[in-house]
């Protein structure tokens, strides 16, 4: 078993604390409470996420994908990505990929599948493609379309982000489809700053983008309606619209189709 450190805080930690799991330790709740003093948006953005995942995820199932990879799974929240996809089609196949060690400790509960399908759980990182493919084709057929979701992750991505999101983009097949969410400072530029701010001080990196710079990944896709848009907006259903009430959520979201 990979030793957990507990001495940093990381990104899955910090969102299981927001969403109110036990999977957390100090250091995380510590770096939690902080965002949320200078970020009211942060619960809400937490629960919005986690609901246009499982909002995208029935959307290509509904539309015949079979197979799924999700990087930078986090802890186990259910309904979790492989439920809703087999709730839709039974014999779907979930490749999970996470680099924290915790999500590893998880993996059974990420491995509870319908008797048709299949998941499986890769304790990797985003950043290295060629393990995360390499093992990920031992599960999943990607001659075949593959649903590839990095949801709540770019934002702690780099500059690299964008030939990465690439490279993943250019080995899956045609009829593929991406799904992603992004923290934005267009929203709540103030808020979304300080946030940031605490963040890179507790020696996590942080990149909120903008509108353009969030589309960009998308560039050479086919995206399906309504298109980029703030995420509690992307085909929201009545939890959705409730919410909508509650606040801006300063979180971006697609999905797209490769042509």
Known sequence: MTDIDTSRPHPARVYDWWLGGKDNYPVDEELARRILAVDGTVLRGARANRRFMHRATRAAAEAGIRQFLDIGTGIPTEPNLHQVAQSVAAGSTVVYADNDPIVLRHAEALLRSSAE???????????????????????????????????????????????????????????????????????????????????????????????????????????????????????????????QAEGIVPVYAGVARKP
């Open 117 to 243: 399908g299949a998941t499986h759980y890769l304790h990797a990182d985003v950043r290295d493609p060629d393990t995360i493919l390499g093992q990920a084709a031992v599960h999943l057929d990607l001659d075949r379309p593959v649903a590839l979701s990095l949801v709540a992750l770019t934002h702690y991505l780099g500059e690299e982000v964008h030939g990465l999101l690439k490279k993943y983009v250019d080995t899956l097949a045609p009829g593929s489809f991406l799904v992603l969410s992004q923290v934005t400072p267009d929203l709540s530029p103030e808020a979304i700053e300080k946030a940031a701010e605490q963040f890179r001080r507790s020696g996590t990196p942080f990149h909120p983008r903008s509108l353009a710079e969030f589309s960009r990944f998308f560039e050479g896709l086919e995206l399906l309606g309504p298109g980029v848009i703030p995420v509690t907006g992307w085909r929201p259903e009545p939890e959705d619209v409730a919410a």
